[in-house]
């Protein structure tokens, strides 16, 4: 569904160049959980930056579909990002005067996709907190409000960066069950950005990054299935 072929990132400093990214090569697919994982500083939110379309790569292609992403003009990009690209971020980034409800149908409004913003609520187990702001729920809840934003989208990439990075480890599951979910059961790629080693037994695939390469790509054909969180 998308490729990435021969990826670099250069970032300018002063007179330095700094190669974020460097000959990055994988692909993503549709029913999938791809986890991108490497320590801080290795490229992972450059990567998921330039999946998202919020940043370009400086050389190569992210084939996405029939079209390049990298050569798309500002105006295509934002049509991209806004709509088929949903965003999961460590701090949930709620609109704290809005509700839960609120929350999730001001994104869908944003799109051309005209979606139902109680039944992504729904999907991620919040039916009983619609009416709650968010200073009133927990961080795992305010983290499924946000994924039951990005979803309202109905977007063909949801891209998470390090969206456990805040909560303790029985939530996190929580998260990653409900992220396992989505990429079985609806038509969303699902790619996740850690850099804790733990959470790759979730994931169908698996990109190691070090030092902005891809240190190894492993396939999991039975990824550990999270039960009774
Ligand atoms: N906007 C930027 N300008 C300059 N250097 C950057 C910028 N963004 C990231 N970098 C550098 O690129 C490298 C990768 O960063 P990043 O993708 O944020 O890694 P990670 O998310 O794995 O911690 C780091 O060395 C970082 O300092
Ligand atoms: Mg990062």
Do not use: W
């Given at each position: 569904?998308?490729?990435?072929?021969?990826i670099?990132k250069?970032y300018?400093v002063?007179?330095?160049?700094?190669?974020a990214l460097?000959?990055?090569?994988?692909?993503?697919?549709?029913?999938k959980?791809?986890i991108i994982?490497?320590?801080s500083g290795?490229g992972k939110s450059t990567l998921?930056?330039?999946l998202?379309?919020m940043?370009?790569p400086t050389?190569?292609t992210v084939?996405?579909?029939?079209q390049n992403?990298?050569?798309l003009?500002?105006?295509e990009?934002t049509?991209?990002?806004?709509?088929l690209?949903g965003?999961?971020?460590?701090?949930?980034?709620?609109i704290?005067s809005l509700t839960a409800?609120?929350?999730v149908?001001?994104?869908?409004?944003l799109?051309k996709?005209?979606?139902?913003?109680l039944?992504y609520l729904?999907q991620v187990?919040?039916?009983?907190?619609?009416?709650?702001?968010?200073?009133?729920?927990?961080?795992?809840?305010?983290?499924?409000?946000?994924?039951?934003?990005?979803?309202?989208?109905?977007?063909?990439?949801?891209?998470c960066?390090?969206?456990?990075?805040?909560?303790?480890?029985?939530t996190?599951?929580?998260?990653m069950?409900?992220l396992?979910d989505?990429?079985?059961t609806?038509d969303?790629?699902?790619?996740?950005v850690?850099?804790?080693?733990?959470f790759?037994?979730?994931?169908?695939?698996v990109i190691?990054l070090?030092?902005?390469?891809?240190?190894s790509i492993?396939?999991n054909?039975?990824?550990?299935?999270i039960?009774?969180v």
């Amino acid at each position: 569904m998308i490729e990435f072929k021969q990826i670099d990132k250069d970032y300018s400093v002063g007179d330095q160049t700094i190669r974020a990214l460097h000959d990055i090569n994988f692909q993503i697919e549709t029913h999938k959980l791809t986890i991108i994982l490497g320590p801080s500083g290795s490229g992972k939110s450059t990567l998921l930056n330039i999946l998202g379309g919020m940043d370009r790569p400086t050389r190569g292609t992210v084939q996405f579909n029939e079209q390049n992403v990298a050569s798309l003009n500002d105006h295509e990009l934002t049509n991209y990002r806004r709509n088929l690209v949903g965003f999961v971020f460590q701090f949930y980034n709620l609109i704290p005067s809005l509700t839960a409800l609120e929350n999730v149908a001001i994104a869908a409004q944003l799109t051309k996709n005209d979606a139902n913003s109680l039944k992504y609520l729904k999907q991620v187990g919040l039916e009983q907190r619609l009416d709650n702001f968010p200073n009133q729920m927990s961080g795992g809840e305010m983290q499924r409000v946000s994924i039951a934003r990005a979803l309202a989208k109905q977007p063909q990439l949801l891209l998470c960066d390090e969206p456990t990075g805040a909560l303790d480890s029985r939530t996190s599951l929580k998260i990653m069950k409900i992220l396992q979910d989505v990429a079985k059961t609806t038509d969303t790629a699902v790619v996740l950005v850690t850099h804790n080693p733990d959470f790759e037994q979730y994931g169908d695939q698996v990109i190691r990054l070090r030092d902005g390469q891809v240190e190894s790509i492993s396939q999991n054909d039975n990824p550990l299935a999270i039960e009774g969180v």
